[in-house]
């Protein structure tokens, strides 16, 4: 089976930065989207920033100009790079991937607190 398992998550000060990563594991076949959501207390998970296999980039708003994503295709895995953090940020956040036949994958997530 496949896997997705995020680090990195912790806490943090506002102005702060701090850097997730995730590598997955198994029978991926061409993993044709990567990336991060999150989802905060009481709110719906949200899409942070993906990348297809072809190094399109989709991000969301609110991270535009702080955060940065990166993958490695040959290595599998997929680096989110956070910057100039808010509490706003706060959240749990979970690595995914789109697989073969519209499969998707995604971590158990990692835990991060910006305080404010």
């Known amino acids: 089976q496949v896997q997705l398992v995020e680090s990195g998550g912790g806490l943090a000060q506002a102005g702060g930065s701090l850097g997730l990563s995730c590598v997955a594991s198994?029978?991926?076949?061409?993993?044709?989207?990567m990336g991060w959501y999150r989802q905060a207390p009481g709110k719906q998970r949200e899409l942070v920033a993906t990348?297809?296999?072809?190094?399109?980039?989709v991000e969301d708003e609110s991270v535009k100009g702080r955060f940065s994503i990166s993958r490695d295709n040959e290595k599998r895995t997929v680096q989110l790079q956070m910057s100039a953090l808010q509490s706003e940020d706060t959240a749990v956040y979970f690595c995914?991937?789109?697989?073969?036949?519209?499969?998707?994958?995604w971590g158990k997530g990692t835990q991060v607190v910006v305080s404010s």
């Open positions: 198994g029978d991926t076949g061409t993993i044709y989207n």
């Open positions: 995914y991937a789109l697989l073969a036949w519209g499969n998707q994958v």
């Open positions: 990348v297809d296999v072809s190094g399109n980039l």
